[in-house]
């Protein structure tokens, strides 16, 4: 008998994380605490109750301690109902707190951060799949420098619906669908942005059917998945409230109704001359990057999914300084940025995102302390 031969060693866990990427998106969050520490230090604020005690962040621990049922009525007779936000994020921070010695705002903090690291992971994962490893690392770098990415850094939505949309296009990228619509569906019980992930889902699964001329029960039951989350939250607002369109008053009530672009375009109209045209560049500029993400044949499900995201975040009538931050997880439109940026000697690209990182915590900073995210 022959000896046997010798095995190729494996990669341990730890090998197969991708350290510059997540080392890389990690300094810019500890930047921006760092800028935010110092600035409400400076000004005799309370930086750490910005992240984790105002806003969104507060519905989200009600919800965590209470479960759902509050509402609040405002002097103009609207009434702002908890049935708002969906119920995934909350339920982390509960059994988080009731499983560590911390409450459920720090919970909050816990989860957004350990989401963004997978977040992160995930979109170094899809632009490694599409551009390579280099494009890969600097994708998740911009990520983490997007002007609103203190968000990031706060117990938000926006990394944990990140994470689980990154790692749901991987999957299908890789054909692995049911693990895909299973993603789909958790990220449905996080936002209701998980429209633009089940399109996206939905739309290549057509386009893989047509080209095979044959229908695996994977992809069926990938597709059928998908957005099971996102109804099953819809239906239990429903249930709850007696009505089949509950969960849409519910948005009404909260000024973010479905109007087309109706409300943005009444906003650019109101403002003054130069601030109009300001903002119209911007929407220019996002165009533009939207017709590069065409350009540059990004893969469809990522195209679709991207696409999906401005767009839902553009049609709402949602107050316009919220926008910026609802696109945030479109991350495949930082693609072309990243391989362009690719194309320069390490050390100017190092250079380009220390000053982009810079830039991001500053105006964080001078966000956070002032009138805080919308």
């Given amino acids: 008998m022959s000896p046997a031969q010798p095995t190729a060693p494996r990669r341990s866990a730890l090998a197969a994380v991708p350290w510059p990427a997540l080392g890389g998106y990690a300094a810019t969050r500890l930047l921006g605490l760092a800028v935010l520490g110092i600035a409400a230090a400076v000004t005799g604020k309370d930086g750490l109750h910005r992240l984790n005690g105002r806003w969104d962040s507060v519905w989200y621990v009600r919800i965590a301690e209470h479960g759902y049922g509050y509402q609040v009525t405002l002097p103009n007779g609207s009434v702002h109902s908890d049935l708002a936000f969906f119920p995934l994020f909350p339920l982390l921070e509960r059994a988080l707190s009731a499983t560590l010695p911390v ?10 951060w350990t989401a963004s690291l997978a977040a992160a992971w995930g979109v170094f994962a899809v632009g490694t799949h599409i551009a390579g490893r280099p494009a890969g690392i600097t994708l998740a770098v911009l990520w983490g420098v997007y002007p609103t990415a203190f968000v990031q850094s706060m117990a938000y939505t926006e990394t944990l619906f990140t994470a689980l949309a990154a790692w749901s296009v991987l999957a299908v990228l890789r054909e692995r669908w049911i693990l895909a619509g299973a993603l789909c569906a958790l990220a449905g019980l996080t936002r209701p942005t998980a429209a633009a992930l089940v399109a996206a889902i939905g739309i290549t699964a057509l386009a893989t059917v047509l080209r095979e001329r044959r229908l695996h029960a994977r992809v069926v039951a990938g597709v059928l998945l998908a957005p099971l989350g996102w109804l099953a939250y819809i239906v239990y607002v429903g249930v709850r409230e007696g009505s089949a369109t509950a969960y849409f008053d519910v948005q009404a009530a909260w000024g973010n109704s479905i109007d087309g672009g109706a409300a943005l375009a009444r906003f650019i109209w109101g403002l003054p001359p130069l601030a109009a045209l300001g903002l119209c560049a911007a929407l220019g500029l996002l ?88």
């Fill in 103 to 112: 409450d459920a705002a720090t919970a909050g903090l816990l989860v957004s």
């Fill in 287 to 374: 165009a533009w990057l939207v017709v590069l993400c065409v350009r540059q044949k990004q893969p469809l499900p990522l195209l679709v999914y991207t696409i999906g995201v401005v767009v839902i975040s553009l049609i709402g009538a949602a107050y316009f300084g919220s926008r910026p931050r609802l696109m945030m997880p479109a991350f495949g439109l930082l693609l072309p940025a990243a391989v362009a940026l690719v194309r320069l000697r390490v050390r100017n690209r190092v250079l380009v995102l220390a000053g982009l990182a810079l830039a991001s915590a500053v105006y964080g900073a001078f966000t956070l302390l002032g009138s805080g995210p919308p």
